[in-house]
């Protein structure tokens, strides 16, 4: 079966990215697999693309390349358009509700469409008007299915379904649990609040100054976060590790990995803690990462409102005083960690497929 995955860009480190890279690389074993990236804008991949899986890209958006008119927009919905005309596969999954659209007008009837999305459309009129052409649309969490089967309510639009994103193949590395490290990774992003979470770790650092925060990643934020760094003292506790390709293996050198977005889509970050057997604190919420974890069973979640700093630092202390619930859901992210297999999720894709082609 050749099957075609349809992402804005497989060169980017979003979490998104790397979720598609796992799926498609344990779907490779199996099934001729390719990946047409929309834009290229780096000149290597910044995750690691299997050699199974063939990788082409549509607009070179690298800085300095040239271009020939027409320019822009309209150059890439004109490669898109081309490209989608003229594909030929078993099955195409698209990564944006934008890239959905364009395949339900262009692709071939006979190719199996799926959507795969990970959070609510921003204008949802073409939603509603091309995702009826789609075969399937697939999101991992409980709130974007809810989210998408409210808009299609009404519509003739294929059902909603759940399957959540892989991790890498086994075997995940494994946290020993026994250094003093809280980890942090992602884009630095005014909406990943890590502002938040380096004052809390503040608190921390003050009763427990034996302890470490990492942050793995980069962005816009960068310059105010270190700003904050300085202007709380906190250069002996808080370190910048930089982007990373291998975040798990990152993860797995912790004991707590802390997340204080406001949405974790498609929650990677939890996922790969989950994976490392590393216990999760963050922030209740619908698209938090209550959407990934259990409370009680592989992490602990914080209430927003009032005080919730203060609150989301005694839930560290609470954690690292307190060595054996620690291990307690360590053992329980291992269990959690389980549904996200690759082999796993690439058998309920398979699934899927199966039942949509027949």
Request: net charge positive.
């Amino acid at each position: 079966m050749r099957i075609c995955f349809l992402v804005p860009s497989a060169y980017g480190m979003r979490g998104d990215t790397r979720a598609v890279l796992n799926l498609a690389t344990e779907l490779a074993s199996r099934h001729e697999v390719e990946i047409v990236s929309v834009r290229r804008v780096r000149e290597t991949p910044f995750f690691p693309v299997d050699p199974q899986i063939s990788l082409r890209w549509l607009i070179d958006a690298r800085p300095g390349v040239r271009h020939l008119l027409p320019g822009g927009q309209m150059r890439t919905e004109v490669a898109l358009w081309r490209t989608l005309r003229g594909l030929r596969c078993d099955v195409l999954v698209t990564t944006r509700p934008g890239l959905s659209v364009q395949a339900a007008r262009h692709v071939p009837r006979e190719t199996v469409r799926i959507a795969r999305d990970w959070s609510r459309p921003a204008v949802p009129a073409p939603i509603r008007r091309f995702y009826p052409k789609l075969d399937a649309v697939v999101t991992s969490t409980e709130t974007t299915k809810e989210e998408f089967t409210r808009l299609l309510d009404g519509t003739s639009g294929p059902a909603v379904q759940i399957i959540p994103d892989a991790l890498p193949r086994e075997p995940w590395p494994r946290s020993r649990m026994d250094n003093r490290i809280v980890s942090a990774g992602g884009r630095w992003l005014p909406g990943k609040a890590f502002d938040q979470l380096i004052r809390a770790f503040a608190v921390v650092a003050d009763k427990r100054p034996d302890w470490r925060l990492r942050l793995y990643g980069g962005g816009p934020e960068e310059k105010r976060l270190r700003g904050l760094v300085g202007q709380l003292s906190l250069h002996n506790n808080v370190y910048f590790m930089g982007t990373t390709p291998d975040l798990q293996g990152e993860f797995a050198k912790a004991s707590l990995v802390a997340v204080t977005s406001h949405t974790e889509t498609p929650g990677m970050t939890v996922i790969e803690a989950l994976g490392c057997g590393v216990p999760v604190v963050g922030f209740e919420g619908a698209r938090g990462p209550g959407e990934f974890v259990t409370a009680g069973h592989d992490s602990v979640l914080v209430a927003r409102g009032e005080g919730e700093i203060e609150a989301f630092a005694s839930a560290l202390l609470g954690l690292i005083d307190d060595e054996r619930r620690r291990m307690v859901l360590a053992a329980g992210a291992l269990e959690s960690a389980a549904i996200h297999s690759a082999p796993a999720v690439a058998a309920r894709w398979e699934t899927l497929v199966e039942s949509l082609r027949a």
